[in-house]
């Protein structure tokens, strides 16, 4: 865990971690490099003789050597990056803080969110974007806080966590991301698939669409972080064009003046709503924000991190979230395109590319094959989570997970091509109650109980259980919050008893109820915690 500036002499304490005992031997040995090794056998050499019968375990690591001896492969999993594996500090580097985030974010299926101001909450041009620009603002300086950790600890996101909920806990919080990433990379798989079979004509089935997108992704994924950076330093200027040409394009047909309907008191829950469904999305990668910084330089400035973070999230999701409210105020007046929402989302954009011919296809397509900078991150993230669920999940190699999580997503792709809409309405709220409350968890336990009382961490100690917190606090706290949120959540399929108290339908207010009660509820079940238990 975390250990005092001055450690004082206390039987019941564990004597602290120096950062020079067998460091150089934990930090050199990779153990995706080898697999059918126990985590207490690290510091053996592995066997040298081979079995004289070769077994599929044998071809297994073959290939595994084989495919992390390529030049740019990512062989590392979840293991700290020591501070002398870092990447020098440059300005480029820097740069590529702010690309990251916005050429994974500039993408279709962020339009999408726009849509919901003024077709599911009936909110006028005005009203949906200053909610979109407020509620990503706030989002994106939740996920940029959570950036901070990467480049100080070496550590990716969710290890991180285990310093400030406990290590079982934090386990909770590792499962629920996986499914958020996989959702978010269904349902991009989805949009593309839907683009791809519009542009065609109905010649390309929405399903072989999915399988494209899924190719490029898993191909991304697979080969690290190194190619990644690459792929995304470049795959914003595509789209930035083609979505710069869809304004001059569909915009003749936005209604800026479109206002919002239903009553005063409705209206306001309404706004409240979509602020919150904005504030979701660049939330959603809270948890995952630190996984692409661990090969910064230990010294990085967290400051720095956090604006170049913020920037990229806040430029490209208030971009598309315009774009997207702007579409939709069009639909509203526009016939031909209401017809074409009614079909998919792919045939809807195919529509806004219309007056431009076969130039207008080309543009589609182009933002189709964009999705792919979106998937890429989540799918990377979502491979070192599943290895983080305990140490026989860790020993398989992170392409792996990558391969069998593509599948996955390949597979919920297929059987919901049809349901996008839904899927997304229902999908994009729910998760993003857990990741606030756990934010919030994390903000309290820096603030109130680590840096108030000196506390430094020591990121050597990233699995060792005994060196981190219990995390009874943080657990009992997170669920009381996902208790808030269930009560004020406003979904179609459930609506909370606070939620129906607001306004004339109700209002989502599942976010804010949950953070109020695990921010109310932390600080004294951890004090108590330290008290008890000491740790």
Known sequence: MAKPEAPRAQPSQHPPITTNTNTNTNTNFDIEKHPTLHLSETNSPPPTHTSPSPTFLTYLLQWNTRIESLSGFEARGITRVPPSERQQPSGAAYLQMVLLWFSANITMNNLVVGLYGPLLFQLGFLDSSLCAVGGVALGAASTAYMSTWGA????????????????????????????????????????GGQILSAVSGGSMTIAIGIVVVSIVVVFVAVVGLKFFHVYERYAWLPQLLVLCILIGSAGPFFSTSL????????????????????????????????????????????????????????????????????????????????????????????????????????????????????????????????????????????????????????ACALAGQHKVFVVFQNFLALMGYWLTIMICIVAEEHVLFQRLRGLVLDWTAWEDKQKLPIGLAALMAFLLGWMGAILGMYQVWYVGPIAKLAADTGADVGLWVGCGFALIAFPPLRFVELRVIGR
């Open 152 to 191: 100080v600890s070496g550590c990716r996101t969710l290890v991180v966590v285990r310093y400030f909920m406990g290590y079982w806990p934090s386990k909770l919080c590792v499962l629920l991301n996986i499914i958020l990433m996989e959702g978010y990379c269904t349902v991009t798989a989805i949009i």
């Open 259 to 410: 206002a919002s309907t239903g009553s005063t008191a409705q209206i306001a829950a309404n706004r409240l709503s979509f602020f919150s469904l904005c504030f979701y999305v660049p939330n959603s990668w809270g948890a995952s924000s630190s996984d692409y910084y661990v090969y910064y330089p230990e010294k990085t400035s967290k400051w720095k991190a956090f604006a170049l973070t913020w920037t990229g999230l806040t430029l490209s999701f208030c971009f598309v979230d315009m774009l997207g409210i702007g579409i939709a105020s069009g639909i509203a007046t526009h016939p031909i395109w209401e017809e074409a929402y009614g079909i998919s989302i792919g045939a809807l954009l195919t529509v806004s590319y219309a007056p431009l011919g076969r130039f207008g296809d080309f543009c589609a397509v182009i933002l189709a094959l964009g999705l792919i900078a979106n998937s890429i991150p989540g799918t990377y993230s979502a491979a070192l989570n599943c290895q983080m669920m305990g140490r026989s999940w860790k020993v398989i190699p992170r392409w792996i997970w990558t391969i069998a999580l593509v599948v996955i997503q390949l």
